[in-house]
T-cell receptor
Framework: GNSVTQTEGPVTLSEEAFLTINCTYTATGYPSLFWYVQYPGEGLQLLLKATKADDKGSNKGFEATYRKETTSFHLEKGSVQVSDSAVYFCALRRQAGTALIFGKGTTLSVSS | DAGVIQSPRHEVTEMGQEVTLRCKPISGHNSLFWYRQTMMRGLELLIYFNNNVPIDDSGMPEDRFSAKMPNASFSTLKIQPSEPRDSAVYFC????????????FGPGTRLTVL
C-alpha cells in the first residue's frame, strides 16, 4: 500500500543550524509529494510540493527534491529560525484530486 | 478570504453522547476531506467528497461514524455513540477538484470524550 515514513521527532536545533527532516515513501506509479507545516493550535499549511521526479519544491528557505530512485523527499533548510518551530508533515497524493497520505509528523524545536 | 471554517473548536463530551462536527469549505471548492489526527496514528483520512458525493469512506472507523455533505458549503461528521478512543483532533480540508490543487485545512476540532 501507499505510505510515508519520516524522521521521528522531536528534532531540537539552535538558531541558524542546518535542518534535515527525512521522508521516504512507498507508492505505486508517480505520486505528488508535499510538505505541510502545522503551527501550534492551527491547521496544516502547505509548505512546498513537487509533482514529478527531480522537481525541487521551495518556499521560505525550505527545499525538498523529489528523488524517484531513492523514493525520498527530504526537507532541508540552511539556517533555521525560532519561528520555524512547528510540526512538519510529509505527504503523498497518488493521483490528482484524491486524499493525502501523511507521515506521522516531525516536531521541530528551535532555540535562540 | 475566510478559509475553511470548523466548529466547534473544542468539544468535551461524555462517552455515549452524540457528537457533531461541522465544516464550511472555502467558497468555490468542490472537494472536501475529513482527517483525524491522533498521537498514535498521526493524520488519517476519514472520508472525502467531490461535488457533495462521498468518494472514499474507507477510513471511517466503524458504523458509529457518519458524514454528510448536503450542499456545497456545509459538511458534518457525526459520531454516535462516542467513545474515549474517538478523542482526537478532526480536520476538515477543501480544494478545487482535479489537477494538483492545494488542500486548505481548517483549524481543527479538538474532541475529548470522557
Amino acid at each position: 500500500g501507499n505510505s510515508v515514513t519520516q524522521t521521528e521527532g522531536p528534532v531540537t536545533l539552535s538558531e541558524e543550524a542546518f535542518l534535515t527532516i527525512n521522508c521516504t515513501y512507498t507508492a505505486t506509479g508517480y505520486p505528488s509529494l508535499f510538505w505541510y507545516v502545522q503551527y501550534p493550535g492551527e491547521g496544516l499549511q502547505l509548505l512546498l510540493k513537487a509533482t514529478k521526479a527531480d522537481d525541487k519544491g521551495s518556499n521560505k528557505g525550505f527545499e525538498a527534491t523529489y528523488r524517484k530512485e531513492t523514493t525520498s523527499f527530504h526537507l532541508e533548510k540552511g539556517s533555521v529560525q525560532v519561528s520555524d518551530s512547528a510540526v512538519y508533515f510529509c505527504a503523498l497524493r497518488r493521483q490528482a484530486g484524491t486524499a493525502l497520505i501523511f507521515g506521522k509528523g516531525t516536531t521541530l524545536s528551535v532555540s535562540s | 478570504d475566510a478559509g475553511v471554517i470548523q466548529s466547534p473548536r473544542h468539544e468535551v463530551t461524555e462517552m455515549g453522547q452524540e457528537v457533531t462536527l461541522r465544516c464550511k469549505p472555502i467558497s468555490g471548492h468542490n472537494s472536501l476531506f475529513w482527517y483525524r489526527q491522533t498521537m498514535m496514528r498521526g493524520l488519517e483520512l476519514l472520508i472525502y467528497f467531490n461535488n457533495n458525493v462521498p468518494i472514499d469512506d474507507s477510513g471511517m472507523p466503524e458504523d458509529r461514524f457518519s458524514a454528510k455533505m448536503p450542499n456545497a458549503s456545509f459538511s458534518t461528521l457525526k459520531i454516535q455513540p462516542s467513545e474515549p478512543r474517538d478523542s482526537a483532533v478532526y480536520f476538515c480540508a477543501s480544494s478545487l477538484q482535479g489537477g494538483d490543487n492545494e488542500q486548505f485545512f481548517g483549524p481543527g476540532t479538538r474532541l475529548t470524550v470522557l
